[in-house]
């Protein structure tokens, strides 16, 4: 089993592109979440689904849309890229919220 | 929203010191979840409190949840170098995940 998975692990883009990053489990979790990371600031909750169609919003959501059309699959898209959304981002799955199993992450660089 | 506030931010210890990281919330938490992250590396699950009280142990590691289910630490016995890393308190509520901002934990040989 692969667990969680990300790609791409690296991306630099330019402010106002737009890119999805995408995230596939093969645990079966009905519930997955992302979250970015900034120095100082731990993990912050972006978006979670609790399963496939169901999705809302954590604790910064603006400027990141996703959706859930299967279980294995939960893609961040970022419509219009900021300077401020340079960070790391994780997908992570569980059964609930609880004993989340985190992917590797995706750094990127919004220039 | 419900916040958990964690300290010390930063650590520095000498190989073979205890270690002690404190998570502490002005409400009351459902449960508590720890995780650790090694440099470079992504979040690892390390264990989930939910009962007053509760102490668990894995190896040179205890966790403890506050009688009060307000706060919880992790605390280290005898640290080794492959303790380095950044420990994180998380607590679960409506489907959120919110994450302390961690402690950066030093070793030196």
């Known amino acids: 089993n692969a667990g969680v998975t990300q790609t791409p692990k690296f991306q630099v883009l330019k402010t106002g592109q737009s890119m999805t990053l995408q995230c596939a489990q093969d645990?079966?979790?009905?519930?997955m979440s992302w979250y970015r990371q900034d120095p100082g600031m731990g993990l912050r909750l972006i978006h979670y689904?609790?399963?496939?169609?169901?999705?809302d919003q954590g604790e910064v959501p603006n400027g990141y849309n996703v959706s859930r059309s299967t279980t294995e699959d939960f893609p961040l898209r970022l419509l219009s890229a900021a300077p401020s959304q340079t960070s790391v981002y994780f997908c992570?799955?569980?059964?609930?919220?609880?004993?989340?199993?985190f992917g590797p992450g995706t750094r990127l660089t919004v220039l | 929203g419900q916040q958990v506030m964690q300290i010390p931010q930063y650590q520095h210890v000498q190989e073979g010191e205890d270690f002690t990281t404190y998570c502490n919330s002005s409400?009351?938490?459902?449960?508590i979840q720890w995780y650790k992250q090694r440099p470079g590396g992504h979040p690892v699950f390390l264990i989930q409190?939910?009962?007053?009280?509760e102490v668990k142990k894995q190896k040179r590691l205890t966790f403890q949840f506050g009688e009060a289910k307000k706060n919880s630490s992790l605390h280290i016995t005898a640290t080794q170098t492959t303790d380095v890393g950044t420990y994180f308190c998380?607590?679960?509520?409506?489907?959120?995940?919110?994450f302390g901002k961690g402690t950066k934990l030093s070793v030196k040989p």
């Open positions: 998380a607590s679960g509520s409506q489907g959120n995940l919110i």
């Open positions: 645990m079966n979790h009905e519930y």
């Open positions: 689904s609790v399963g496939a169609g169901i999705t």
């Open positions: 992570a799955a569980g059964y609930s919220y609880n004993e989340q199993f």
């Open positions: 409400t009351t938490l459902s449960n």
């Open positions: 409190l939910v009962k007053s009280g």
